[in-house]
């Protein structure tokens, strides 16, 4: 099974910074990753499929990098709604496993 | 619009079983996979199963394989995950999430969530 990992597990960032968000796996999977938002008692939503294409809907400040094993999510400039906790998924092959997730909390 | 509703959830003992249904609305039911992702209290996500549209693909993750069965009724529009045997290390928030083809494993709707206690 291909196992996730990211880095960091928790960062506090202020409104207006540049943050990135690394994720690794086991083995080498192309671009078939995949990026979600979950905020607090909510359901994730997904914001970005096949490591860099933007979901319909999702600001242009996400954005997201890589391929083979190593992929990161960047948020050009912190805004107030995005504090959550961010996971990454591959979706190369089942079972389908998420990374541990990255909480982003305000400094 | 495209809406999920997961049902069948609450407190079970150990040993126990639980069958939670999903009835899915707003999309052509049968030309998209579906799988039941779940979350621990306080932890991160973990895909559990997946089932394509027509139903003749089902994947399961290793920790609930042989325990759980995944099924769908494209008639009814509804998806379901029958859990037997369950154990303390299953409760968690159930929830259904919608795939944007038929198996790529890119879930773009999820449903509230169903919560499934194990005691």
């Known amino acids: 099974d291909i196992q996730m990992t990211q880095s960091p597990s928790s960062l506090s960032a202020s409104v207006g910074d540049r943050i990135t968000i690394t994720c690794r796996a086991s083995q080498s999977i192309s671009r078939h990753v995949n990026w979600y938002q979950q905020k607090q008692g909510k359901a994730p939503n997904l914001l970005i499929c096949a490591a860099s294409d933007l979901q319909s809907g999702v600001p242009s400040r996400f954005s997201g990098s890589g391929s083979g094993t190593d992929f990161t999510l960047t948020i050009s400039s912190l805004q107030p709604e995005d504090f959550a906790t961010f996971y990454c998924?591959?979706?190369?092959?089942?079972?389908?496993?998420f990374g541990p997730g990255t909480k982003v909390d305000i400094k | 619009e495209v809406h999920l509703l997961e049902s069948g959830g609450g407190l079970v003992q150990p040993g126990g079983s639980l069958r939670l249904s999903c009835a899915a609305s707003?999309?052509?039911?049968?030309?998209?996979?579906l799988s039941w992702v779940r979350q621990a209290p306080g932890k991160g996500l973990e895909w559990v199963s997946g089932?394509?549209?027509?139903?003749?693909?089902?994947y399961y993750a290793g920790s609930v394989k042989g325990r759980f069965t995944i099924s769908r009724d494209n008639s009814k529009n509804t998806l379901y995950l029958q859990m037997n045997n369950l154990r303390a290390e299953d409760t968690a928030v159930y929830y259904c999430?919608?795939?944007?083809?038929?198996?790529?494993?890119?879930?773009?709707?999820w449903g509230q969530g169903i919560l499934v206690t194990v005691s």
């Open positions: 998924q591959q979706n190369y092959s089942t079972p389908f496993a």
């Open positions: 089932i394509s549209g027509s139903g003749g693909s089902i």
């Open positions: 999430a919608k795939d944007d083809t038929n198996y790529g494993g890119n879930f773009d709707y």
């Open positions: 707003g999309f052509t039911f049968r030309t998209h996979a």
